[in-house]
């Protein structure tokens, strides 16, 4: 499988990354700071240095050809201003979209976060309503392309060592989940085809991924056909 990281040296995309050529996969990262290509060239990636807040789809367009799946792990970070929630979380994510539309790749996973698909809450500051926002917008305009998308929505995020347990839902997540299993699950969920076209949550819980990919797999199999 050929895999393009959108944020690939991220700490979600690398994660991912190092998982997938660990089992032989082959994954572009696309970055935008050319002093990360040394780390994930050691890592076994193949670094592409492509600013997403710059790039047309027509520029992005050629480095999808080929590929198998993207998956948007990219962000504006902490420390960010409001203005860049947009260009970053939204405008980048959407970007990719269109290029792998117009490249011809099906797959398209998405990393959004807990709280997209709803109004921030009452008192929220600025700029994580303005991330909360331009993540809904992603989300929303990724759901209305005709590509094979999945949305995982993490609950909040940890560097504690992966567990190998989650808990998938439809609706909001509680709780925290390390940045290990999220990308454990981003690889159950390339592996699981029938996952498209689902909008999950995510947070630690006592299910298993694969078994709790599989499960929401299933249950949007029995519903559709339902």
Known sequence: MHVVIAGGHGKIGRRLGRLLVGRGDVVTALIRNPDHREELLADGLSPLVLDLERATAAELTPHLAGADAVVFAAGAGPGSGAARKYT?????????????????????????????????????DEIWSAYV??????????????????????????????????????????????????????????????????????????????????RAAAERTGAVRG
């Open 88 to 124: 970053v979380d939204r405008d980048a994510a959407v970007l990719l979209a269109d290029a792998a539309v117009a490249a011809g790749v099906r797959r398209y996973l998405m990393i959004s976060t807990r709280g997209a698909g709803s109004p921030p809450p009452p008192g929220a």
């Open 133 to 214: 926002d331009a993540k809904t917008a992603a989300d929303e305009h990724l759901i209305g392309t005709d590509l094979d998308w999945t949305v995982l929505r993490p609950a909040s995020l940890t560097d504690a060592p992966g567990t190998g347990t989650v808990r998938l839902t439809a609706g909001r997540s509680v709780g925290d989940i390390t940045r290990d299993d999220v990308a454990a699950l981003l690889v159950a969920l390339l592996d699981t085809p029938a996952s498209a076209g689902l909008v999950l949550e995510a947070a630690e819980g006592p299910d298993p991924v694969a078994e709790a990919v599989g």
